[in-house]
């Protein structure tokens, strides 16, 4: 069953029960997927450019180059370098994203025994962070130059911990026990 699916006919049912909410609408939702990922020191316009690309091919989408809002001289950083880049999912792209990274990516990872449900704030959001990407399927082995680790970061409309904590259970994020 997809997420969207899944959503409307498992998660809004449970969540009205648990939270008693009056209306469908008043249930909380996932809004965006946030994927970034930084480039740390890096001189070489080739390293960069596969990180880029690596990070398209894994988002679905172009990503957005993060410039640095202001230079640092003990950093060797100018204002206007590319420090990072990042993409953001909405819609249709978002759920098949999370879908990938719930039944493939999350099992690929070394040593996975569930996410820390700690890692979710006051707000709702939920962030997670891989250390190598060579866990999503679309990054094949022979183009990896370098790896490089990325966060993706679940924003939903919940507004407490705990309801966040549930829909993203509900879902299917596999937490610790």
């Known amino acids: 069953m997809f997420i969207k699916e899944k959503y409307n006919k498992i998660v809004v049912p449970e969540m009205k029960k648990k939270f008693e909410y009056k209306n469908n609408f008043a249930v909380p939702k996932i809004e965006k997927v946030i994927i970034s990922t930084g480039i740390g020191s890096l001189k ?26 202001k230079s640092i001289a003990s950093f ?4 206007g370098a590319i420090i990072g ?14 879908q ?30 891989f250390k190598e990407h060579v866990a999503f399927p679309e990054v094949s082995n022979e183009d990896i130059r370098s790896t490089f680790g990325l966060n993706v970061t679940i924003v939903t409309s ?11 259970r509900l879902i299917g994020i596999p937490f610790k026990i």
């Open 158 to 168: 919940a507004k407490k911990k705990e309801e966040a904590m549930k829909l993203l």
């Open 100 to 129: 990938k990274l719930i039944s493939v990516a999350l099992p690929r990872v070394r040593d996975f025994r569930g996410l820390d449900p700690k890692s979710i704030d006051e707000a709702g959001n939920f962030s997670i962070g």
């Open 44 to 69: 070489d316009e080739a390293k960069k450019e596969a990180i880029e690309i690596s990070l398209s091919k894994i988002a679905g989408q172009k990503p957005r180059p993060n410039p640095a809002k």
């Open 76 to 79: 060797k950083l100018r204002q």
């Open 85 to 98: 880049y990042s993409v953001t999912l909405r819609g249709k792209r978002m759920y098949d994203f999370l």
